[in-house]
């Protein structure tokens, strides 16, 4: 059974900056994508980052070079760096994991605010 931890998450004030973090376990296949979603209130779920096995990174508009994602493939973690934080970056944040050809999973979900 696939397993995702998400941390990092929390209270920042506008211009902050926060780091979420997320560790996959369990079995699947070496070749996945991962990365994390946010779901803002009154709205759908949207993806914020991805990172694949092969390099492929993929950013929505609006992280406009504030975020970052890496990864680290040997304990398969996703990391998420985000700067210059925006009150509207204020949502739950999901980690996803997409393994080749085989169902996805999500995270449980964490909460990040961007208020005085």
């Known amino acids: 059974q696939v397993q995702l931890v998400e941390s990092g998450g929390g209270l920042v004030q506008p211009g902050g900056s926060l780091t979420l973090s997320c560790t996959a376990s369990g079995t699947f296949a070496s070749s996945y994508t991962m990365g994390w979603y946010r779901r803002v209130p009154g709205q759908w779920r949207e993806r914020v980052a991805t990172?694949?096995?092969?390099?492929?990174?993929i950013y929505q508009n609006f992280v406009e070079g504030r975020f970052s994602i890496s990864r680290e493939s040997a304990k398969n973690t996703v990391n998420l760096q985000m700067s210059s934080l925006k009150p509207e970056d204020t949502a739950v944040y999901f980690c996803y994991l997409r393994p080749y050809l085989e169902d996805e999973h999500w995270g449980q979900g964490i909460q990040v605010t961007v208020s005085t």
């Open positions: 990172i694949s096995t092969d390099g492929k990174i």
